[in-house]
C-alpha cells in the first residue's frame, strides 16, 4: 500500500478559487447552496493570496456534502485535473494525483535546465567572442611587433651604413690635410727661394757688377712665379675641401641620413576604443574624454551644428559651458580652436579648466589645429573634435584619433 501523498496547498489553488466563486455567486443569488463560512472572507477578492489556501482548503475539506456538490459542477476549463480529482475523488484518486504532480515536477525541471542550459550557452558564446577578440589583439599586436623588428633592422642599416661613410670621409680627411700641408710647405720654400732671388739681385745692383744678358747669377735660384700661383691655389682648394668635409663629418656624426632619421623620430598612435564601439558614437566620445588625451576642438564646427538658431557669442559660450563641465568631471586636457582672434568677446577669460585659442589674423582655425598636433609630444595621445574632412584626413596621418562633432554634441 502506498503512503499518502501530500498535496501542497498551491497544487489546490483553481479548486479552491473554484469553490469560492461558487459560493459567493450562491449567496449573491440567495441560492439554497450551503457553503463553509471561512469562504466569506474572499469574496470579492480578484486572486487568493497563497497564505490564505491553507485555511480554506481545511474548510472545504470539513465540509464533504459542499465537496462533492460543486465536484459535479467542476469543468476543465475552470479546475485543473490535481483539483478535479482533490474535489471529485473517483477510486485511486491520490495515486493520480502523485502521478500527476511528478509529471509536472518533471517539467519544471525540465524547464529550469533547458532554461541553465541557454544560460551556459550564452557564457559559451560570449566566452568564444572574447576568445577571438583576444586572439585578434595577438596578432595585431606581433604584426606590429615583426613592424617595428623591420623598422629598427632598417635604422641599424643605416646608422652601419652612415659609420662606413663616416670612416672613409674620416680617412679622406687625414689624406686632404697631409696634401695641403705639404703644399702648403712647397709654397713656403719657394717664398723662400723668391726672396733669396730677390736679395741676391739687390746687392748685384748695389755693387755695380752688370751680368750678361741671359746669363743667370751663379748663386741666385731661379723661381718659377707660376709655380708658385698654382701652389697657392692648390693649397687655397685644398683649405676649402677640408672645411667642406669637416662640416660633412659633422652632420654624418650626429644624425644618420634623412629617410632613416623619419623611421628613427617615434609615431603617435591612437588609442584603442573598447570592444564593441564605435568610433563615431557618443559611447567614444565619452571614452576618449575620460582618457589622459589633449582633445582638441574645433569650435565653430562644433557650436554650429550644436546651437544653429543662437547668435555667434552664445554659440561660443554654450559649447565652452559644456567643455568645462566636462573638464571638471573627468580631468579633460580641452583646447578649443575658433577663428578670427578680433571677434568681439573672443578673448574673454572666464574658463579655467578649458584653455581657448583664437586663429591669429589670415591664418584659419584649421591651421591652428594642424599646428597643435604636431607640436604636442608623439608620446601623448590626441583626440581631435571635428566634421572637415581635410582636417580628419591630415590629423589622422599624424596618428591622432578623430571624433565627429555631433558624438561630442551626444556626450555633452
Known amino acids: 500500500m502506498s503512503e499518502p501523498i501530500e498535496i501542497e496547498h498551491r497544487d489546490l489553488r483553481s479548486a479552491i478559487e473554484f469553490a469560492v466563486a461558487l459560493a459567493e455567486e450562491a449567496n449573491r443569488g440567495k441560492r439554497s447552496l450551503p457553503y463553509p463560512k471561512a469562504l466569506r472572507s474572499q469574496f470579492g477578492v480578484s486572486r487568493i493570496p497563497t497564505g490564505a489556501l491553507g485555511r480554506l482548503r481545511r474548510a472545504i475539506e470539513a465540509d464533504d456534502t459542499f465537496r462533492r456538490t460543486i465536484a459535479v459542477g467542476a469543468v476543465p476549463e475552470l ?8 474535489l471529485q475523488r473517483p477510486t485511486g484518486w491520490e495515486g493520480e494525483i502523485r502521478t500527476l504532480l511528478e509529471a509536472r515536477a518533471a517539467e519544471v525541471a525540465n524547464a529550469d535546465l533547458r532554461a541553465e542550459l541557454k544560460r551556459a550557452e550564452k557564457r559559451r558564446a560570449a566566452a568564444e567572442q572574447l ?15 615583426d613592424a617595428l623588428r623591420e623598422e629598427l633592422d632598417l635604422v641599424r642599416a643605416d646608422l652601419a651604413k652612415s659609420d662606413d661613410a663616416v670612416g672613409e670621409l674620416r680617412a679622406e680627411l687625414i689624406d686632404v690635410r697631409n696634401e695641403a700641408r705639404h703644399a702648403r710647405d712647397r709654397e713656403a720654400a719657394l717664398r723662400v727661394r723668391l726672396e733669396a732671388a730677390n736679395t741676391a739681385a739687390g746687392v748685384g745692383d748695389a755693387v755695380g757688377e752688370s751680368p750678361a744678358p741671359d746669363t743667370p747669377h751663379p748663386e741666385v735660384p731661379t723661381v718659377d712665379l707660376a709655380e708658385l700661383g698654382d701652389i697657392a691655389e692648390a693649397a687655397r682648394l685644398l683649405g676649402d675641401r677640408v672645411d667642406a668635409l ?7 656624426g650626429t644624425t644618420p641620413s634623412s629617410e632613416s632619421s623619419d ?3 617615434h609615431q603617435r598612435r ?25 582633445v582638441l576642438v574645433d569650435g565653430y564646427n562644433v557650436a554650429k551644428l550644436g546651437w544653429p538658431a543662437e547668435r555667434l557669442g552664445e554659440q561660443r559660450r554654450r559649447l565652452l559651458d559644456g567643455l568645462e563641465n566636462t573638464a571638471r568631471r573627468h580631468g579633460t586636457d580641452v583646447t578649443v580652436i575658433f577663428d578670427g582672434s578680433t571677434v568681439v568677446g573672443a578673448h574673454a577669460d572666464r574658463f579655467r579648466m578649458v584653455r581657448v585659442a583664437y586663429s591669429p589674423e589670415g591664418v584659419t582655425a584649421d591651421d591652428v589645429i594642424r599646428d597643435e598636433v604636431r607640436r ?6 590626441v583626440v581631435v573634435v571635428t566634421n572637415d574632412a581635410e582636417i ?12 565627429p562633432s555631433n558624438a561630442l554634441l551626444a556626450a555633452l
Open 79 to 86: 479546475v485543473d485535473p490535481v483539483g478535479m480529482l482533490w
Open 131 to 145: 576568445a577571438v577578440r583576444t586572439q585578434a589583439t595577438i596578432v595585431e599586436q606581433s604584426a606590429s611587433l
Open 246 to 252: 669637416v662640416a660633412t663629418l659633422a652632420t654624418a
Open 263 to 265: 623611421r628613427v623620430v
Open 270 to 294: 591612437p588609442l584603442r576604443l573598447p570592444g564593441g564601439v564605435i568610433a563615431t558614437s557618443r559611447a567614444a566620445a565619452e571614452f576618449l574624454l575620460k582618457s589622459d588625451a589633449a
Open 376 to 381: 604636442l609630444p608623439a608620446a601623448r595621445a
Open 392 to 403: 580628419i584626413a591630415d590629423v589622422r596621418q599624424l596618428g591622432a584619433n578623430t571624433l
